[in-house]
């Protein structure tokens, strides 16, 4: 398995852009977590879903921010309009239930000017 | 709620030092324990595990106990090389929702 698969890598926009993270996650795991990750806050749980369903939107910062998992392959985090203080490196993580490892991406760097 | 308290850092030792990196957790129930290992540039990657007290975790040649009794699961390894230079995240998961909880991180330096 090639592991989760986020995209883009790197990401720079203006402020006000809507921005569109993407992630897929590694076949058959039925958790898929969105993070955020800064260096003055740290590692941030955004939202988790189960079986594509959102369990817990707990940590989504602001209306600003949505998430979808439309299918088992495919989940996307979508921010607008964005600002500057949403620059972060977001993270994608799935994992199997009954499995307690999980597996994360290698991450967006967002940048927002 | 659940928790995880690591120590500040960053740390920076030189090669074949000895290293500790503390962890102590707050949680219902009987966790599972983890530390996570970032490299730059990359995701998080599991480095070890315990699932219950008193387990020993271990891979390449780090180490960590599952200690209830003083809720601690601290990351040692007897001598740090260049290439262990990395974030280091501690991690519960007491698998009533299958979310993991994470501590803040710690930047590791190891100079040659």
């Known amino acids: 398995d090639a592991g989760v698969i986020q995209s883009p890598r790197h990401e720079v926009t203006e402020m006000g852009q809507e921005v569109t993270l993407r992630c897929k996650p590694i076949?058959?795991?039925?958790?898929l977590f969105w993070y955020r990750q800064t260096m003055m806050r740290g590692l941030e749980l955004l939202i988790y879903?189960?079986?594509?369903?959102?369990?817990?939107d707990s940590g989504m910062p602001e209306d600003r921010f949505s998430a979808k998992m439309p299918n088992a392959s495919f989940s996307t985090l979508k921010i607008q309009p964005s600002e500057p203080r949403d620059s972060a490196v977001y993270f994608c993580?799935?994992?199997?239930?009954?499995?307690?490892?999980?597996?994360f991406g290698q991450g967006t760097r967002l940048t927002v000017v | 709620g659940d928790s995880v308290t690591q120590m500040e850092g960053p740390v920076t030792l030189s090669e074949e030092a000895f290293l500790t990196i503390n962890c102590t957790y707050t949680?219902?129930?009987?966790?599972?324990l983890f530390w996570y290992v970032q490299y730059p540039g990359e995701g998080l990657q599991l480095l070890l595990k315990?699932?219950?007290?008193?387990d020993k975790g271990s891979n390449k040649g780090f180490e960590a106990t599952y200690r209830k009794e003083t809720t601690s699961f601290h990351l040692e390894k007897g001598s740090v090389q260049v290439s262990d230079s990395a974030v280091y995240f501690c991690?519960?998961?007491?698998?009533?929702?299958?979310?993991?909880?994470f501590g803040k991180g710690i930047t590791l330096s190891v100079r040659p």
């Open positions: 315990a699932t219950k007290a008193d």
């Open positions: 076949s058959g795991h039925d958790y």
């Open positions: 991690a519960l998961d007491t698998g009533a929702n299958s979310k993991l909880t």
């Open positions: 993580a799935s994992r199997k239930t009954g499995n307690t490892e999980a597996f």
């Open positions: 879903f189960n079986n594509n369903v959102p369990i817990d």
């Open positions: 949680a219902t129930g009987y966790p599972s």
